[in-house]
C-alpha cells in the first residue's frame, strides 16, 4: 500500500496524525491497566488502509474516499467480497444473556467493578458466559443493534490479512493466518448512525454531546471481550476470549468516521443464528421494554412462550427489587400488545408461595 502521502493526504496533517497515534496509545494503555491479565483483548496491528486521517473534509467525502481505499486494498490482498441485505438481523446467543441491562450508566459501573470478569448468568448461558470490560446498558445494545444494521459488506480471506487483522485469539482457535474466515464491515459517520438508532435527522444535525455519547458507547463496545464455555457454532472459540466488534477511527471536519469489523464469530451469528429485531417496536419502549422485547423476539418461532419471572429478568439483566421491575414491565408488556408484537399476556401467581410466572402469546397476523 501507498503510505499516507502518496495518497494525497495534505503535509500539514503530520501534527494531527502524530495527536491521534498519541491519544490512540493512551487509550490502549488505559485499557491494558483495566482489562483481566488473562484476556489480551489487543487485535493486531491495523493497516495503512484505514489510518489515513481526514481532517477537514466533509464527512460524505470521507466516507467515499475510505470505501474506495478500502476496495484497492482487498483487491491487492486477494480478500473476496459478498453482498450483505441487512435485515434487522440480531445474533440470538445475545438475546438471553444480560449482557446489555436496562439500568442506569452508574449502576452498570458498579456491576462491573464487581470482578475482573462477570458472569453472565441465565438459563441460556450454556454453562457460562463472562464479561469483561466497560459497562454496558441498553444504550450500547441500541449502538449495536444500530452498526448491524448498517453493514454494507462481507469479506472472506485469511484472516490476517483482513483490513483489521484476526486477534490473537483467532489465530489460537486455527482459523488464522491462512485458513479463511468471514467477517461483516462497514464505514459510517457517527451522525449516521444516531440517525438510524432513533429513526429520524434533526434539520440542524445532531448535536456535540449526542455524537459524542454515541462515540464513546461505539468505543466501550470495541473494548468489551465475552468469553463462552459453549458458543454457539464456535467450538473453536471454546473458553476463548472474543470482542464484539472492532474499529477504526477516521477524523472529519464534523463529524466522526468509523470502520467496524464485526468478530468472524459474530459475524456467523449474524448469518446462521439470528433473530429478527423490529427497530420500528424498539424505539417506543423504555430501557426494560427494549430488554424484554429482544429477549422475547427469540421465542418467537413459538407461539406461545412462559418463563417464571424472576428468570426472565435474570436473563435480560433487570436488577433490583422484583416487585417493583414487575410494575415496571406491565405497562412496556401491554404497549407491545398495542404494536402488534404480543396478543397477550399473563403474570400468575402471588410472588410468595406461588412464584410470578409470565406466560405470553405472540401476534399472528391473520
Not at 485469511?158 to 464491515?185: E, K, W
Not at 459474530?266 to 427497530?279: A, C, G, I, M
Not at 398495542?338 to 397477550?344: I, R, V, Y
Amino acid at each position: 500500500m501507498q503510505d499516507d502521502q502518496q495518497d494525497g493526504a495534505p503535509r500539514d496533517l503530520k501534527r494531527t496524525l502524530e495527536r491521534l497515534e498519541r491519544q490512540a496509545r493512551e487509550r490502549s494503555v488505559k485499557q491494558q491497566r483495566t482489562a483481566p491479565a488473562a484476556a489480551p483483548t489487543s487485535p493486531a496491528p491495523r493497516t495503512k488502509a484505514l489510518r489515513r486521517t481526514n481532517a477537514g473534509v466533509p464527512g460524505p467525502k470521507v466516507i467515499a474516499e475510505a470505501n474506495a481505499r478500502l476496495e484497492r486494498f482487498l483487491r491487492e490482498r486477494g480478500i473476496e467480497q459478498f453482498e450483505l441485505f441487512p435485515s434487522a438481523e440480531y445474533p440470538t446467543p445475545l438475546t438471553r444473556l444480560p449482557l446489555f441491562p436496562p439500568v442506569q450508566r452508574s449502576t452498570a459501573r458498579e456491576l462491573a467493578a464487581a470482578a475482573d470478569w462477570i458472569a453472565l448468568e441465565s438459563r441460556w448461558d450454556g454453562g457460562g458466559v463472562y464479561k469483561a470490560g466497560p459497562a454496558l446498558t441498553v444504550y450500547d445494545e441500541d449502538t449495536l443493534f444500530g452498526l448491524m444494521n448498517m453493514r454494507q459488506q462481507g469479506m472472506t480471506g485469511p484472516a490476517d490479512r483482513l483490513p483489521i487483522p484476526a486477534p490473537p485469539t483467532v489465530a489460537l482457535s486455527g482459523l488464522a493466518p491462512g485458513n479463511p474466515v468471514r467477517v461483516h464491515a462497514l464505514y459510517c459517520l457517527v451522525s449516521q448512525l444516531e440517525s438510524v438508532i432513533q429513526g429520524y435527522t434533526p434539520p440542524r444535525g445532531w448535536g456535540g454531546r449526542a455524537i459524542t455519547k454515541r462515540r464513546e458507547s461505539m468505543e466501550n463496545l470495541a473494548a468489551i471481550t465475552l468469553k463462552f464455555q459453549k458458543p454457539k457454532g464456535g467450538d473453536a472459540f471454546h473458553g476463548k476470549p472474543i470482542q464484539l466488534i472492532f474499529i477504526e477511527y477516521v477524523a472529519t471536519a464534523e463529524d466522526a468516521c468509523y470502520y467496524v469489523q464485526f468478530h468472524p464469530l459474530v459475524s456467523q451469528w449474524l448469518e446462521e443464528y439470528r433473530t429478527f429485531l423490529d427497530f420500528d417496536i424498539r424505539r417506543q419502549l423504555s430501557p426494560l421494554g427494549k430488554a424484554m422485547h429482544r429477549s422475547l423476539a427469540s421465542q418467537r418461532s413459538n407461539r406461545t412462550f412462559s418463563i417464571p419471572l424472576t428468570e426472565f429478568f435474570a436473563s435480560i439483566g433487570a436488577f433490583g427489587e422484583l416487585r417493583d421491575r414487575k410494575r415496571e414491565a406491565i405497562p412496556q408488556l401491554q404497549k407491545l400488545i398495542t404494536l402488534q408484537f404480543l396478543e397477550c399476556f399473563a403474570i400468575t401467581g402471588t410472588g410468595r408461595r406461588t412464584p410470578w410466572l409470565l406466560a405470553v402469546t405472540f401476534f399472528r397476523r391473520k
